[in-house]
């Protein structure tokens, strides 16, 4: 079992940035991947960014060049860096951790966050 625990969300402005942060504890291993995950109102959960145990990261088109994901394996800790906030990026984020991409892996997630960006 892994645990999931985020902090840092808020309200902010057009334009503005908020960094926010997942600790994770229990049976953590660091070739387990850890992302981010969001769900606007309305709308489906999709994968904002995703960090693997090693340097790939992969990132959803909507965010790259705005948002960067860092991990820290000593720390289990994965942070989401969002600059030039739009109001589209509301949503409730979630950390996530999946011990494999293949169909056997096994997801793990935090309560989630909100992020309120007004115009």
């Known amino acids: 079992q892994v645990q999931l625990v985020e902090s840092g969300g808020g309200s902010v402005q057009s334009g503005g940035s908020l960094r926010l942060s997942c600790t994770a504890s229990g049976r953590m291993f660091n070739n387990y991947f850890m992302a981010w995950y969001r769900r606007a109102p309305g709308k489906e959960r999709e994968l904002v960014a995703r960090?693997?145990?090693?340097?790939?990261?992969d990132y959803a088109d909507s965010v790259k060049g705005r948002f960067t994901i860092s991990r820290d394996n000593a720390k289990n800790t994965v942070d989401l860096q969002m600059n030039n906030l739009k109001p589209e990026d509301t949503a409730v984020y979630y950390c996530n951790v999946r011990t494999a991409l293949s169909i056997e892996g096994m997801d793990y997630w935090g309560s989630g966050t909100l992020v309120t960006v007004s115009s």
């Open positions: 960090a693997s145990g090693g340097s790939r990261v």
